[in-house]
């Protein structure tokens, strides 16, 4: 029971993250993780597939084995929260832009801390320094 229902929220996760790659402002990153994770406690089947993926194969590797959380990602992700603010503030939520504000800057730290590259990491690792700081 538990390992189909594992399953079947990986297979969702999959289906959000197609959506995110060809949707602007959805995310893909979260939901391919959470299938990774989900398929990793249901089907190695399903889970050898997610990694070999032509599409979130690398990003997925990169960010198991070097913690890698890509420049385009990071870069969208700021375009978006920051659209999403300035929306709110429009519609005259002024409360509600100020929290969401508070809520992205901290999950905008979260993730430029992760190297953008493999090479950065390597870099990192190789100095002695920490891969993601503030940690």
């Avoid at 994770?37 to 690398?58: C, E």
């Avoid at 901290?106 to 390597?122: F, H, K, N, V």
Wanted: glycine fraction near 6%; include cysteine; hydrophobic fraction near 50%.
């Amino acid at each position: 029971m538990k390992r189909t229902a594992y399953k079947l929220l990986g297979l969702l996760c999959v289906g959000l993250a197609y959506i995110g790659v060809v949707t602007p402002g959805i995310p893909f990153s979260i939901f391919i993780v959470i299938a990774a994770w989900a398929f990793a406690k249901s089907d190695p089947r399903l889970h050898a597939w997610l990694y070999n993926h032509k599409v979130f194969g690398k990003f997925l590797t990169n960010w198991t084995k070097k913690r890698v959380f890509p420049l385009y990602a990071k870069i969208s992700m700021i375009l978006m929260m920051s659209f999403s603010i300035v929306l709110l503030y429009i519609h005259g939520s002024v409360t509600g832009a100020y929290w969401l504000a508070i809520t992205c800057l901290l999950t905008g730290i979260w993730a430029w801390r992760y190297p953008s590259t493999p090479e950065i990491y390597d870099y990192r690792k190789k100095h002695g320094k920490r891969i993601a700081w503030l940690k």
